[in-house]
């Protein structure tokens, strides 16, 4: 309950007025004529002052009068509650937009944004609704339209920050939608952030209608001083034999001082390295710690500083890595010409090689059982198939795991006893009458995985001038050419792989070597084949991942039967077999297996936090209320946090008018007195009138 006029509460000191003057005041017998004192004897009388009160309704009545004109005066109203639905405004469908981004930890953001959205919910009235959306990258709807305040506190005292980034337009676009299925006439939405400038981008769909009151909360402090780790890579090389692997990562200062910090190097939770950094104010420095031998699948490894207790985020002051001995892929190139131009730019692209690279070895005539012993992969490039005991060593080397890629040109024939084992029938050559594209790219595939984001690589640009007709089999199509043919077939054999590609590798039958997506591609496609794809040592945190393609580039690995999802820091998630896909919600080291089993080494992924967010500049938040609300918009600061934008108390005391029913409960207050009070008149004057009463001379009391 608030008053319009508090001031006039000051006249309740007033009502101690009447009952000190009642307590204090002294009673004067009156007096009686005698005719004559000759008879009467002076006796001595005393008269106490002790004074008490017997009508005590009497007085309870005149005294709630009083209260009730003075309440009336001061013109109450009625916010939250019961009462609130008196006069008041219509009912209000309210949502609410909490932001659960990991850059909310910053000091009291956290505590400020939960305060603001417990006082929303406790300002609601019975015929109110309210809904209460968490978001970070994506929105979550957590209630719809209750009118319980007691469920949305409950649920709030659930929530943390997560490990993800801020976006506010699909925030903004859930928040809509759910206003869009109100049957309320009144709509207000609360939205409660840090408002980063990286969070928001303006969306045309990420609007609300005009009558929509939109309300935003700004926390945390943009000029807040964080330290950040970024740019984890891994350098790997071989040495005697053995895989080295150098890690090496940038420090970033948000701050305007410098700053020293130490940063520590585990290896499965052992600390091996540390090292001490520092960094300029609004600058960066770079970490690099010294090589470590890799010897294990899935070693687990993490860097982490040390920033003091309740200082920047804590969320970017780690960053987790997955490791798996890779070593250099021994190829074997089978090229009836011999070294030459036909596989120059093939030996060209498998020399150039980051990190751990590939060993290539030319041949002319088929491989012996020590050289398929000794390699990975084996190029068929623009040459038969081999035939006779050859040809079956080369079907078990597969069928053990090898990988098998068979470049077609016109010398590539396949002799009939072995024409079952590949995934195509080769068929005769095609020359195009013009130039022919890529038409269709699996890119959900792990060779073309790489090649799905912008900028990361252009097959169309490529022009194929003779191709090799290719009827498909058993295999799996992964390229197309844009007429609908067969470009690259996979096919599985035993543990190894085979895939036939429809064209040359040279730039006789297409420009593809010309094209910078030619070293990346025939990279991808080596590393595939061996069985060492290019999983990734971690993953940002909130994307989605397919499992059965991180096995499959990990090293043909396999996921155990009835493995889940193990969260970092406990919890487990279901993986579907079907889809085996998994979205990295939390940051650290994820497990797949079984749960109750605990592995050395089991299969795992690591997720880091998007660094984006930890910059913590803030978006202008008059130009993101103009770019979203069609109706009455508002700003509340953290230094207001009881404050909630609501009706004016003006428009509350107005609609309600309580005064005009304090009035008339003081009339009928008033009333009650007088005929309570003449009744008590009268009963006192008949008591006097009915005798006198004998006292005691020495000692006579004054009642009331």
Do not use: C
């Amino acid at each position: 309950m608030g008053f319009l006029t508090p001031l006039f509460l000051i006249a309740l000191a007033g009502l101690a007025v009447p009952v000190l003057i009642h307590l204090t005041r002294q009673e004067r017998g009156k007096p009686i004529r005698f005719p004559s004192l000759m008879f009467l004897e002076r006796i001595p009388f005393e008269e106490t002052a002790r004074r008490r009160i017997r009508h005590w309704l009497l007085l309870m009545i005149r005294l709630a009068a009083l209260a009730v004109l003075v309440a009336a005066f001061a013109r109450p109203f009625v916010r939250g509650g019961s009462l609130a639905a008196i006069g008041g405004p219509g009912p209000e469908e309210v949502v609410i937009l909490l932001d659960v981004s990991y850059s909310m930890e910053l000091g009291d953001s956290w505590d400020d944004a939960t305060g603001h959205a417990r006082s929303v919910a406790g300002s609601l009235r019975p015929q109110d609704r309210a809904s209460l959306i968490a978001f970070a990258e994506t929105p979550v709807l957590l209630h719809r339209s209750v009118s319980d305040p007691a469920r949305l506190l409950a649920t709030l005292d659930t929530l943390r920050p997560g490990s993800l980034a801020t976006r506010l337009a699909p925030a903004v676009k859930l928040a809509a939608t759910t206003l869009a299925a109100s049957a309320l006439s009144r709509h207000r939405v609360v939205l409660i952030s840090d408002f980063q400038r990286t969070g928001w981008q303006p969306d045309p769909d990420a609007t609300f209608p005009g009558a929509v009151a939109v309300e935003t909360v700004v926390v945390g402090d943009a000029d807040a001083a964080n330290l950040a780790l970024t740019d984890l890579e891994l350098r790997r090389r071989s040495e005697g034999g053995r895989e080295r692997v150098a890690v090496e990562a940038r420090l970033v200062n948000s701050g305007a001082d410098e700053a020293t910090t130490d940063v520590s190097l585990s290896i499965d939770e052992s600390e091996v390295a540390t090292a001490t950094a520092v960094v300029p104010g609004g600058g960066a420095a770079p970490i690099r710690f010294d090589p470590f031998t890799l010897t294990d699948g899935f070693t687990r490894g993490e860097v982490r500083i040390s920033e003091p207790a309740g200082a920047g985020l804590p969320a970017d002051n780690t960053l987790s890595f997955v490791a798996s001995p890779g070593g250099d892929l021994a190829v074997l190139v089978v090229d009836p010409l011999g070294t030459g131009e036909s596989n120059l730019y093939l030996r060209g692209a498998l020399g150039i090689a980051e990190d751990a690279g590939f060993t290539a070895t030319v041949l002319t005539g088929s491989p012996s059982a020590a050289q398929l012993d000794a390699a990975d992969v084996v190029v068929l490039n623009a040459g038969p198939f081999p035939g006779g005991d050859a040809g079956n060593r080369l079907r078990a080397f597969v069928e053990d795991g090898g990988g098998l890629l068979m470049v077609l040109g016109e010398r590539s024939t396949v002799p009939a006893v072995h024409a079952d084992f590949l995934p195509a029938t080769v068929g005769a050559v095609s020359d195009a009458a013009g130039e022919r594209r890529l038409g269709f790219v699996d890119y959900d595939h792990a060779v073309f995985e790489a090649f799905r984001g912008p900028r990361s690589g252009d097959f169309s640009q490529a022009s194929f001038y003779r191709t090799r007709a290719l009827a498909v089999g058993y295999g799996q199509v992964l390229a197309r050419f844009a007429d609908g043919a067969a470009a690259l077939v996979e096919g599985r054999r035993g543990r190894g792989r085979v895939l036939v590609w429809a064209t040359g590798l040279d730039r006789f039958w297409n420009n593809l070597p010309l094209q910078p997506v030619y070293l990346p591609f025939v990279h991808r496609v080596t590393r595939y084949l061996g069985g060492r794809g290019e999983a990734p040592p971690w993953y940002l945190a909130g994307s989605t991942v397919n499992l059965a393609a991180f096995a499959e580039a990990a090293g043909s690995v396999e996921i155990p039967a009835g493995a889940a999802a193990m969260e970092p820091g406990g919890g487990a998630v279901a993986v579907d077999p079907t889809t085996s896909l998994l979205r990295l919600d939390k940051r650290g080291i994820w497990e797949i297996r079984p749960p109750g089993q605990r592995p050395d080494h089991p299969l795992a992924l690591a997720a880091n936090v998007d660094v984006n967010e930890s910059d913590l500049a803030k978006v202008d938040v008059e130009e993101f209320q103009s770019a979203v609300a069609g109706g009455a918009a508002a700003e509340l600061a953290t230094d207001d946090a009881e404050a909630i934008l609501e009706v004016p108390e003006e428009d509350y005391e107005k609609r309600q008018s309580f005064w005009r029913y304090l009035l008339a409960a003081a009339f009928l207050l008033m009333v009650s007195e007088t005929v309570l009070a003449n009744r008590l008149s009268r009963d006192r004057i008949k008591e006097a009138a009915g005798g006198v009463r004998i006292r005691r001379p020495r000692e006579a009391k004054t009642e009331s």
